[in-house]
């Protein structure tokens, strides 16, 4: 038998990550991270609050590379790695160059880590070549550029030889293709504008899109309002703060949504969607919630 691990989508990892960072963060730590990392307009912001997590997120951001074939890999991204000069192991080994460079490489393997705290080997290798950690920091010369195929071949057999434009969310899902784009420098002069609905527009200026106003679906004038997702109502789940409804979101495998005490599920569009999830504490409200997407 074989197990198939899913991971939630990459950007519900890094808010639980954070959001367990935030939950065990020593007064003194606090301290130091409101002085000297956060802007002093975050002082007004509690520690579980929506804000105080949003601005550390902002702050821990740096630009890196991820290798588009395998976003564990290391690769692409800043790292680490506890090299010796592949000479000296060679020597130390029995081993000629160029001949032998994959036998050392297989006998005496290099460690690859985001930082300088993980244990290098301590093979006699690495011990008589004076081995240390060398720095590969990700450039925009160095991250993975080239477009590829993913299939052999395209729709109605055409060979799979050029490349697409298209903007991807990056949380898993499907990408949408940018249309009349023919050069690679149109391709990165396009703007994609997510519109309030979730529709991606394209053609409009960075001042157009920032412009762009939400609007609801219909009129609240009865019990019910439809969401910018098209549903009616809201499936939720009473949390007390935002990082409490992320990591509920993550042990239950559910996207979550903190909103004014409610920790919403956002991909459940129904009444009865929201009874399977089986937890006898949710509810499904068809009030107000107009403005949750």
Known sequence: MTHVCNLSPVEQ?????LGCYISRMRVTLEDYIRSEILDEQTEIYSTDSVGFFDELRKASRVPNCVFPLNALSLEKRNHYVWDAALECR???????????????????????????????????????????????????????????????????????????CAYCPGNGEQCVEV??????????????????????????????????????????????????????????????????CLAYGVENNIVTKYYEGLCIL????????????????????VTLFNRIQ
């Not at 990892?13 to 990550?17: G, I, L, P, W």
């Not at 590969?136 to 395209?154: F, H, I, L, T, W």
């Not at 991909?267 to 399977?276: A, L, S, T």
Request: charged share 20%; proline share 3%.
């Open 13 to 17: 990892v890094e808010n639980a990550f």
């Open 90 to 164: 060679a020597s130390v080994l029995g081993y000629e160059i160029p001949e032998g460079e994959q036998a050392v490489n297989e006998e005496c393997p290099l460690t690859y880590c985001l930082g300088t705290s993980c244990h290098g080997s301590a093979a006699q290798c690495f011990k008589e070549c004076g081995a240390e950690y060398v720095a590969y920091m990700a450039s925009e010369e160095k991250c993975e550029n080239g477009a590829r195929c993913n299939v052999e071949q395209g729709e109605d057999g055409v060979e799979c030889t050029g490349s697409t």
């Open 179 to 244: 249309p009349g784009i023919v050069t690679e420098e149109e391709c990165y002069a396009a703007i994609a504008c997510v519109m309030p609905d979730g529709s991606v527009e394209f053609g409009l200026t960075e001042a157009e899109c920032a412009s762009s106003t939400a609007s609801c679906s219909v009129d609240c004038e009865i019990d019910s309002c439809m969401s910018y997702s098209g549903l009616e109502g809201v499936c939720w789940h009473q949390q007390p703060d935002n990082i409490t």
């Open 266 to 285: 956002t991909e459940i569009g129904n009444e009865n969607g929201c009874e399977q999830v089986g937890l006898s504490t949710m509810e499904f409200e």
